[in-house]
C-alpha cells in the first residue's frame, strides 16, 4: 500500500516561488504515474501537473503552463512541484496523487483514475 505525503507548503508573496514534494513509502513508485491536484473548500479538484512513471512525459493544467514544473525523482521515491510565478489565485490545498502506470509514458489527468492520494499541503498566496 503506497503511502503519499506532501511537503513544501506555505505562505508567499505574488511573484514568489514554492517547491512542493510528495514523498511515498510501502512501496516503489517506479511503476506509478503520478499528479498533483489541487482543492478549495467544497470545490471539485482541480488538475494542476502529471508526470508519466519515468519522467519522460509531462501535462500541466492551462491556468500553470510556463509557471509550474513537474518532476520526479525514483531513487528518491519522491515527486516535485516547482511553482514559479505564483499567484493569489494559486492559493488552495494541493495533494499528490499515484496510480499504476500502464505504460512508461503514460500522464493522467482525470482524478477519478488515481488509486493513492496525500493528505495536501497548504500554499497561501498573498496580494
Known amino acids: 500500500q503506497v503511502q503519499l505525503v506532501e511537503s513544501g507548503g506555505g505562505l508567499v508573496q505574488a511573484g514568489g516561488s514554492l517547491r512542493l514534494s510528495c514523498a511515498a513509502s510501502?512501496?516503489?513508485?517506479?511503476?506509478?504515474?503520478m499528479a498533483w491536484f489541487r482543492q478549495a473548500p467544497g470545490k471539485e479538484r482541480d488538475f494542476v501537473a502529471a508526470i508519466s512513471w519515468n519522467g519522460a512525459n509531462t501535462y500541466y493544467g492551462d491556468s500553470v503552463k510556463g509557471r509550474f514544473t513537474i518532476s520526479r525523482d525514483n531513487t528518491k521515491n519522491t515527486m516535485y512541484l516547482q511553482m514559479n510565478s505564483l499567484k493569489p489565485e494559486d492559493t488552495t490545498i494541493y495533494c499528490c496523487?499515484?496510480?499504476?502506470?500502464?505504460?512508461?509514458?503514460?500522464?493522467?489527468?482525470?482524478?477519478?483514475?488515481?488509486?493513492?492520494w496525500g493528505q495536501g499541503t497548504q500554499v497561501t498566496v498573498s496580494s
Open positions: 510501502g512501496g516503489t513508485l517506479s511503476n506509478y504515474a
Open positions: 496523487a499515484a496510480v499504476r502506470g500502464a505504460y512508461p509514458n503514460y500522464v493522467e489527468d482525470r482524478a477519478g483514475v488515481y488509486d493513492f
